[in-house]
């Protein structure tokens, strides 16, 4: 692969745990410009702690995290204005504002003025279902249209990389296929784009590489199509079989 | 009637003060969940900023109310970073917050008692009492006009401020998630100093009235309980509740005053707080708490 390459987003041997339990135990991963690249993995793996540790919305105990091959510092609210952001489990849209505010809060690092319009603009045009609901209550909308809110929000900062933790999370299926067809266009338009999912197969149809982790360790990754053939892989997450482990590790 | 009329005007002159405590005390509720019993404090920081002001510089009541408000802004900044924020990094329970402002409470008041001693202190009359006639049907004392009226400024800032400002914006997303609000760029941190400022300044105005009304003494900042029952009866964490519960319950202060009895002023007060508690434990604005999982 293109190796030489300087990745633009680089998780190197990250560790992260709650008090005795480890959720990450060493992790490392490289998201290259202008690429998608999934993490996929079962309930409990670690996708939403390798997330937020990328965030600096929990401690990273070790390893480190860069971008451009400068360091991501651990203060999160540092980390979006270095360019990275995150559209977080479970939408977690700001209930009581309205879509507008809720648009404007993901605009807030750049201090509120300049180029704020072009971007809601931007963010209409990739979801025109939100200029609808422009003045409506982020509370009322559905659960799709949350999950483009929150997309759309975490866009608002003109991120560098855009983090999406489980965008699939309490959707049916019908939506689920809307949102992703949106987030290939978002990557279409230079948004480089690091998502985790359970939902495997849809993750996998979309990204350009993939990781599998598992239990806190990166056991296998490599080109999605590959690993949507990999017969383990269909076993364990493509629902092809029961719920097996990967034994081998490759790397 | 000319009573009812009057007594109404105090009221609501006593209810505009009670709503600037109880806003700060509830705005920091909403953000940090947990009652600060420090606020109190900040009240008689304020109080005593504006007397050593008057007495000690001789500034006018424009300077000194400005350095009383400031004064007690960058204090509540100060309380937090020193007491709350060790807490707030290590754990996630409020208890210990909660627990951590009834000592700042004390630390604070006992500053007083040590710095400028225990003795009641009237401020020089800076602040006119003369009577005034309200369009004839009644008289009133300058006094409860102006600190009805100084009450509607500042709490008409506080609402432009929350309602058009970048800051403000993200003060009103905090309330309802500060973590997410994190997510967005927000130094959580500095909001936290912002609300704590605004909650210290708002807090100062109130204790410039009430030292004007009461004398100023270290305990002064006991009278906040009534403006923790006011934000309690209009909903904890609720500013337009908070307003209107302060409203009520200095309605009801007055009003039994000037009918019933002065005495059983604070037995109405905490009667009202024990029916809400029956008939609405959230509150009159209050948002239920299963709404913020």
């Known amino acids: 692969m293109t190796t030489e390459r300087e990745p633009l987003l680089e998780v190197k041997d990250l560790r992260v745990s709650y008090g005795a339990i480890r959720a990450l135990s060493g992790v490392s991963l490289k998201v290259y410009e202008g690429e998608i690249v999934s993490v996929i993995g079962s309930n409990g793996a670690g996708k939403s702690t390798l997330m937020n540790a990328i965030m600096g919305m929990v401690r990273r105990e070790a390893g480190e995290v860069r971008l451009s091959g400068s360091l991501l510092d651990s203060r999160s609210y540092r980390v979006v204005q270095q360019g990275v952001s995150l559209s977080p489990e479970g939408r977690k849209v700001f209930a009581p504002l309205t879509v507008l505010e809720n648009l404007r809060m993901g605009a807030f690092p750049r201090g509120g003025q300049g180029s704020i319009g072009e971007d809601l603009e931007w963010v209409f045009t990739l979801f025109p279902r939100l200029k609808e609901r422009i003045g409506q209550y982020a509370g009322t909308l559905s659960g799709g249209e949350q999950q483009m809110l929150a997309i759309g929000r975490a866009l608002m900062s003109r991120p560098r990389v855009l983090l999406l933790d489980e965008p699939s999370l309490g959707l049916a299926p019908i939506i689920i296929k809307d949102i992703f067809k949106e987030l290939r266009l978002i990557n279409n338009e230079g948004v480089t784009i690091l998502l985790v999912e359970q939902n495997a197969r849809q993750a996998l149809l979309l990204s350009d590489r993939g990781y599998v982790l598992q239990t806190g360790e990166m056991v296998m990754d490599g080109p999605s199509q590959e690993l949507l053939a990999n017969p383990e892989i269909k076993a364990a997450y493509l629902g092809a079989g029961g719920e097996k482990a990967i034994r081998s590790v490759k790397h | ?293």
């Not at chain 2, 210290?200 to 923790?228: D, E």
């Not at chain 2, 029916?275 to 948002?287: M, N, Q, R, S």
Request: aromatic share 10%.
């Open chain 2, 1 to 293: 009637m000319a009573t009812l009329i009057q007594q109404i005007i105090n009221g609501l002159s006593l209810g505009s003060v009670y709503a600037l405590i109880a806003v700060g005390y509830s705005l920091v509720y909403s953000i940090l969940l947990f009652s600060n019993f420090a606020h109190g404090g900040f009240l008689v920081i304020g109080g005593y900023f504006c007397y050593g002001s008057l007495r000690l510089l001789g500034a006018g009541i424009w300077t000194a109310g400005a350095l009383a408000l400031i004064g007690a802004g960058f204090a509540a900044v100060l309380t937090e970073r020193l007491a709350y924020r060790p807490i707030r990094e290590r754990t996630n329970v409020t208890l210990y917050l909660l627990i951590a402002s009834m000592g700042m409470n004390i630390v604070i008041e006992n500053i007083f008692v040590i710095i400028v001693g225990g003795r009641f202190r009237a401020l020089p009359p800076v602040i006119p009492t003369t009577p005034v006639s309200v369009m004839g049907l009644a008289t009133t004392s300058a006094f409860d006009l102006i600190s009805l009226l100084s009450a509607v400024v500042f709490l008409g800032a506080l609402q432009l401020f929350l309602s058009k400002t970048r800051w403000g914006l993200a003060i009103r997303a905090a309330a309802y998630d500060l973590r997410t609000a994190g997510l967005m760029g927000v130094n959580v941190n500095l909001l936290i100093s912002i609300v704590f400022f605004v909650a210290g300044f708002l807090a100062a105005v109130g204790g410039i009235f009430l030292s004007v009304r009461y004398t100023l003494y270290p305990q002064l900042g006991a009278i906040t309980i009534k403006a923790f029952v006011a934000a309690v009866i209009g909903g904890l964490g609720s500013l337009p509740g908070a307003v209107i519960g302060s409203l009520i319950l200095g309605l009801a202060e007055m009003l039994t005053a000037g009918f019933i009895s002065s005495q059983m002023r604070d037995l109405v007060v905490f009667s009202l707080l024990v029916i809400t508690l029956l008939v609405k434990p959230t509150g009159l604005f209050g948002k239920s708490v299963s709404e913020k999982v």
